[in-house]
């Protein structure tokens, strides 16, 4: 019987570095400066924040890529949920802080609510937090089915996403009523 | 069976008297209350919180939702002396009604807004993609239903509390 040339141990070693070289190759090439980096499917967070139309309480459709350069909150709720209700009334209770920022909040009704019927987006609003309705940090409306697969693909009924001026998703979290600290590092002040 | 107002306040009225007849049994049944008021009191705001306990489900407490955790704490305190004082005299321990009370009192504050159901039927609809219909839908029945659902914990308790009554009564003889 012929003895193989090289011993299996080395050809054990061989092949494990060959792997490594690869996967350090590929790993370089997607993360180098200047590469093509493609717009995820799914809102992620550290990526390009995928664009998706919404609908306005006015009846206007709205592109989420309206508000490239400046920071938006997409926060998508049912209108039968008290996580959501409460959230809302978190976001009245820091509505002078948010109208000295940048920040743009987008209060939108998931496209079937969640799958139970509940109030419509505006008499949810009304009854919450009414002088919301009217400031312009707050935009409400319902989301369209591209942008709840996009923002939600998990259905979860109190989901928000924070995209950051550079158009990156810098945080996605649930219900803002706990959670409105995570938030509170992005109110930077107008440029 | 038929169970009568004056008869079953009757019943736990002198069960009671017999299960706290000690000052320990008392000062047992006070930190159980005490300590049950507590959690009632972070756990039934959660559903304010998106399920988040602790100081911040607190900040969310009403004044409709205090009084629910302290009748919960009241009759979860005196079903655990009569409970104890039971077991002290040999008698079998049936939990059955509180523990459904318990676990009722906890679905709408750890269910309706969390993501613990829609994670829990992705994976299951990741088995059975019929499954994934219902998810959300539940969440919805348990957050539009919550005065039924606390109100169906409290009448369990409340059951498994009279049934506790009449197993002490049922030995002290």
């Not at chain 1, 092949?15 to 499917?41: D, F, I, K, Q, R």
């Not at chain 1, 006015?58 to 309206?66: F, P, S, W």
């Not at chain 1, 697969?149 to 109190?158: A, E, G, M, S």
């Not at chain 2, 919805?140 to 659902?149: D, K, R, S, V, Y």
């Amino acid at each position: 019987m012929v003895r193989p040339f090289i011993p299996r141990k080395v050809g054990q070693a061989c092949l494990a570095a060959s792997m490594l070289l690869a996967g350090s190759t590929v790993a370089a090439v997607a993360g180098a400066p200047g590469a093509a980096c493609p717009t995820p499917t799914v809102a992620t967070s550290g990526q390009l924040a995928p664009n998706a139309p919404f609908t306005t309480v006015d009846g206007k459709v709205v592109q989420l890529d309206a508000y490239k350069g400046h920071p938006v909150i997409v926060w998508q709720v049912t209108t039968w949920c008290p996580s959501c209700a409460a959230g809302l009334r978190t976001f009245a209770d820091h509505q002078a802080q948010i109208d000295r920022s940048d920040l743009t909040v987008l209060v939108l009704r998931d496209y079937d609510n969640g799958g139970y019927p509940g109030p419509a987006m505006r008499d949810f609003a009304k009854s919450v937090a009414a002088p919301l309705l009217k400031d312009p940090h707050f935009v409400f409306g319902k989301d369209t089915k591209a942008l709840f697969d996009r923002y939600n693909p998990r259905k979860f009924v109190d989901i928000y996403q924070v995209i950051a001026a550079d158009g990156r998703v810098r945080l996605t979290s649930s219900s803002p009523s706990a959670t409105f600290g995570k938030i509170e590092a992005f109110l930077q002040p107008r440029p | 069976m038929t169970v009568t107002w004056p008869a079953a306040v009757d019943t736990l009225w002198r069960a009671l008297g017999l299960a706290l007849a000690s000052g320990r049994a008392r000062l047992r049944a006070l930190a159980l209350f005490l300590a049950a008021l507590l959690f009632y009191a972070l756990l039934l705001p959660a559903t304010s919180t998106g399920g988040t306990l602790g100081l911040i489900s607190l900040r969310f407490l009403t004044l409709g939702e205090f009084f629910i955790a302290l009748v919960m704490a009241a009759l979860l305190s005196l079903t655990m002396a009569l409970g104890v004082y039971g077991l002290r005299q040999g008698q079998r321990v049936n939990p059955t009604g509180t523990l459904l009370g318990a676990v009722l009192a906890m679905a709408p504050s750890l269910l309706c807004c969390t993501p613990a159901l829609p994670l829990a039927i992705t994976a299951i609809a990741s088995l059975l993609p019929a499954a994934g219909h219902f998810g959300v839908p539940i969440q919805g029945w348990i957050a539009t239903h919550e005065g039924t659902l606390y109100a169906l914990a409290i009448a369990a308790m409340a059951w498994g509390l009279h049934g506790s009554a009449r197993r002490v009564l049922s030995c002290a003889c």
